[in-house]
């Protein structure tokens, strides 16, 4: 099992900038990649960033350039760096992280909201 906690989020104006924290804990071993998702109100979760063991990243078109996914080995501990943000980011925040135990864990979500 993996264990992964939020912390960061909250309520910022527009053009304003937060930082999210994932720690996992547990079975860290097996984890391969991570990833940021986020539910928008009356919207089905989406993908926002993610990135591999091995550093590599993708983000949604949403973010780019806005948002910057990064990880620290050491701590266990995933981040998400959101500038410029927009009323429209508004949303729980979500992380996953993708395990060779065939089955993902996420964390316990993270309301971010934007106003404009």
């Known amino acids: 099992q993996v264990q992964l906690v939020q912390s960061g989020g909250g309520l910022v104006q527009s053009g304003g900038s937060l930082r999210l924290s994932c720690t996992a804990s547990?079975?860290?071993?097996?984890?391969?990649?991570m990833a940021w998702y986020r539910q928008r109100p009356g919207k089905q979760r989406e993908l926002v960033a993610d990135i591999t063991s091995g550093g590599r990243t993708i983000y949604a078109d949403s973010v780019k350039g806005r948002f910057t996914i990064s990880r620290d080995a050491a701590k266990m501990t995933m981040y998400l760096q959101m500038n410029s943000l927009k009323p429209e980011d508004t949303a729980v925040y979500y992380c996953?992280?993708?395990?060779?135990?065939?089955?993902?864990?996420w964390g316990q979500g993270t309301q971010v909201t934007v106003s404009s």
């Open positions: 547990g079975s860290v071993s097996t984890i391969y990649a």
């Open positions: 996953n992280s993708r395990t060779t135990l065939g089955y993902g864990f």
